[in-house]
């Protein structure tokens, strides 16, 4: 039964292709298009190549520095001829040892890169989350709309049978009157529907970068649905473990930790000497003399600083606060995802099971909606009897659409919470 239930519901999105219209938008190409689009993921792009090019930067202090040197003399007379001799030349210098300082900076650069590359995927997951809500709001509009429609063709009808009657003195001035009410609300009704609708997709438009004369509900259930069961049957536990593991902004602030944590190690060894390989060739004009002179040198460098003004002491302080800001953020998102799982999780489930239950309730009512309507026409049932009977299916048919399109919409978010949703897309 609950197959039967499930089927019945997922047929229920199925919509209509209006004659003439151009082929509608699926799930699938509405993720697929708004992803290669969105200017969100191209300043999460744009962020992940500046932290590629600081890697780069950090990981060439492996290499030796070559830099070309050169000066021109100003002077004939000595002693300024001995230090302003006219000279070029190449100079080489390479780190030998700088007691953790390189080795601190490329962990910190290797693992903002990280978080740089997880803050993509983490994007990705947000304007993805953003479409496919606005793409499920599309259908959930578009069916209220198509039930709105259809109340205001009852009550249309009702109402001309209902002034034929009244002619024929068969019922009551105050009961047509009712009817003749019953039909200019759900007109309204139809008309706000109608403006819903049409923000539904213009907001789809705009994120999708296309126009969208049409949706295809039997695309968003059938990807949707592919996890659900298995999903729907963690505990509230198993689920949260899942999305700790695969949480891409849970992944970003853990890199943004040990970031902060080799950053702060750098600060910390900045005290510390740095000995280096220097060599040049040198070639020199004396005029003083009337000679050229040429030489190479190879030698050590120490190079230690003894006082900064405050400056070494000011890195620490600042790459100790950058990680207690960075620890707590961890701290904030592993809420975060805790608390989007188990909602969405517990909102799915329970959603699930009303939306089944109001399936039933309506299926009941439309049956004794079209049995009051053949029992008014015999005249055993009046006009009251057939409003209410009206309302009633109506009623029940709004309850439980709301409810269906709320269970995919905490498919969503449940999905997105633990880092899964465009799976299906990106592999």
Do not use: W
Request: glycine residues 6%; aromatic residues 4%; contains cysteine.
């Amino acid at each position: 039964m609950r197959k039967l239930l499930l089927a019945s519901a997922t047929c229920a999105l199925c919509l209509p292709l209006p004659a003439g219209a151009q082929q509608c938008l699926g799930f699938g190409t509405a993720l697929t298009e708004t992803l290669s689009r969105d200017p969100r993921i191209d300043g999460a792009e744009a962020s992940r190549e500046q932290a590629l090019a600081g890697a780069l930067a950090s990981y060439s202090q492996n290499l030796p520095q070559v830099s070309l040197f050169g000066q021109a003399g100003l002077g004939n007379t000595l002693p300024l001829d001995r230090t302003r001799d006219d000279q070029v030349g190449v100079q080489v210098t390479q780190d030998l040892f700088t007691f953790g300082q390189r080795s601190a900076s490329q962990a910190a650069a290797k693992a903002q890169l990280e978080a740089a590359r997880h803050g993509v995927d983490q994007t990705r997951i947000d304007v993805a989350e953003g479409v496919a809500l606005a793409y499920i709001d599309v259908l959930r509009a578009q069916r209220i709309l198509q039930l709105t429609e259809e109340q205001a063709e009852s009550y249309g009808r009702d109402a001309d049978a209902a002034a034929e009657r009244l002619s024929r003195q068969v019922i009551t001035l105050t009961d047509a009157a009712q009817i003749r009410a019953r039909y200019a609300v759900a007109r309204s009704d139809t008309l706000n529907a109608r403006v819903e609708a049409d923000g539904a997709l213009v907001r789809l438009s705009v994120l999708t970068g296309r126009e969208v004369p049409c949706v295809e509900g039997e695309s968003a259930t059938g990807m949707l649905d592919r996890q659900a069961e298995e999903t729907l049957a963690l505990s509230p536990v198993a689920a949260t473990d899942r999305a700790m593991d695969r949480s891409f902004a849970l992944r970003q602030a853990r890199s943004t930790v040990r970031a902060a944590t080799a950053r702060l190690d750098e600060a910390r060894r900045a005290h510390l000497p740095t000995i280096s390989a220097n060599a040049f060739a040198l070639y020199q004009d004396d005029p003083g003399f009337g000679q050229d002179q040429q030489e190479a040198r190879i030698g050590f460098a120490l190079r230690q600083d003894l006082y900064t003004g405050g400056r070494n002491r000011a890195r620490s302080l600042d790459a100790r606060a950058r990680l207690r800001g960075a620890k707590a953020d961890e701290d904030l998102q592993r809420l975060i995802v805790e608390d989007a799982v188990r909602r969405a999780l517990s909102e799915a489930q329970v959603t699930l099971n009303v939306g089944e239950t109001l399936l039933e309730a309506s299926v009941d009512a439309r049956t004794q909606l079209r049995a009051t309507e053949i029992e008014y026409e015999r005249g055993t049932k009046t006009l009251t009897d057939l409003v209410l009977a009206n309302e009633t299916y109506y009623g029940a048919v709004r309850q439980e659409t709301n409810a269906r399109f709320a269970y995919y919409s905490a498919l969503v978010r449940l999905y997105a919470a633990m880092g899964i949703l465009v799976d299906p897309v990106i592999e």
